[in-house]
T-cell receptor, first 112, second 115 residues
Framework: KQEVTQIPAALSVPEGENLVLNCSFT??????LQWFRQDPGKGLTSLLL?????REQTSGRLNASLDKSSGRSTLYIAASQPGDSATYLCAVRNSGNTPLVFGKGTRLSVIA | DAGVIQSPRHEVTEMGQEVTLRCKPISGHDYLFWYRQTMMRGLELLIY????????DSGMPEDRFSAKMPNASFSTLKIQPSEPRDSAVYFC?????????????FGSGTRLTVV
C-alpha cells in the first residue's frame, strides 16, 4: 500500500529565503506525482505535475524534482514571499487507473 | 470551463439528519473522486468512479455513506444518518487520462458540520 510522507510538517522562514519541501513515498512504481497548494479554508490548487519519466518540472519560482528510485520528490521555492504562505501537499498516483495518495502536507509561513 | 463545482459550500446539520453533497466534474473528464479532509487524518479517498461506474468504495467509512454518479456531469455523496464525527471538508476532484496525463482538478469543497 502506497504511503506518502512530508517533512517537515510545518516551516517558518523569513521573506526572501529559498526553501525546500520534502516528500517521500514507499512504492517507487509511480505513474505521476503532483504538488498542490491549499490556502486556509480553500480547495487544492495544482502547482506542478511530474510524470514518472520526468526528472523535474518548473513553474515560475517553483521547481519540483522527482527521484523515483529513491522514492523522493522535492519542491523548491525560490525567493519566498508572504503570499507563498499556505499548506503544500504532495500526492502520487501508482497507475493511470488508480487515485492519488496524499501526504499530510507541510504548512509554510513566510514572515515579512 | 468553470472547473469542478461543488455545492453547497457550507452545510450545518443536526445529528441524525440526511446530508447530500453535490459535484459537477469538468466536462470530458472520465474519473471522479470524493475525498474527505480532517486535521487528524489529512485527505482520505472515499470512493472514485470511472465513466460513471464506481471502481473502489473501500474508503467509505460505513454503510451510512453512499455515492452515485447517474451521468457524466453529476455526482452525489450522501450521509444518512449523519453523526458529529462526519464533520469535515469533503472534496470532489476529476481527471482524465488524456488531459495532462492524469492531473487532478479539485473543487472548492463542502465544509460539513454535524452538531
Amino acid at each position: 500500500k502506497q504511503e506518502v510522507t512530508q517533512i517537515p510538517a510545518a516551516l517558518s522562514v523569513p521573506e526572501g529565503e529559498n526553501l525546500v519541501l520534502n516528500c517521500s513515498f514507499t512504492d517507487s512504481a509511480i505513474y505521476n506525482l503532483q504538488w498542490f497548494r491549499q490556502d486556509p479554508g480553500k480547495g487544492l490548487t495544482s502547482l506542478l505535475l511530474i510524470q514518472s519519466s520526468q526528472r523535474e518540472q518548473t513553474s515560475g519560482r517553483l521547481n519540483a524534482s522527482l527521484d523515483k528510485s529513491s522514492g523522493r520528490s522535492t519542491l523548491y521555492i525560490a525567493a519566498s514571499q508572504p503570499g507563498d504562505s499556505a499548506t503544500y501537499l504532495c500526492a502520487v498516483r501508482n497507475s493511470g487507473n488508480t487515485p492519488l495518495v496524499f501526504g499530510k502536507g507541510t504548512r509554510l509561513s513566510v514572515i515579512a | 470551463d468553470a472547473g469542478v463545482i461543488q455545492s453547497p459550500r457550507h452545510e450545518v446539520t443536526e445529528m441524525g439528519q440526511e446530508v447530500t453533497l453535490r459535484c459537477k466534474p469538468i466536462s470530458g473528464h472520465d474519473y471522479l473522486f470524493w475525498y474527505r479532509q480532517t486535521m487528524m487524518r489529512g485527505l482520505e479517498l472515499l470512493i472514485y468512479f470511472n465513466n460513471n461506474v464506481p471502481i473502489d468504495d473501500s474508503g467509505m467509512p460505513e454503510d451510512r455513506f453512499s455515492a452515485k454518479m447517474p451521468n457524466a456531469s453529476f455526482s452525489t455523496l450522501k450521509i444518512q444518518p449523519s453523526e458529529p464525527r462526519d464533520s469535515a471538508v469533503y472534496f470532489c476532484a476529476s481527471s482524465s487520462q488524456g488531459e495532462r496525463l492524469g492531473g487532478y482538478t479539485f473543487g472548492s469543497g463542502t465544509r460539513l458540520t454535524v452538531v
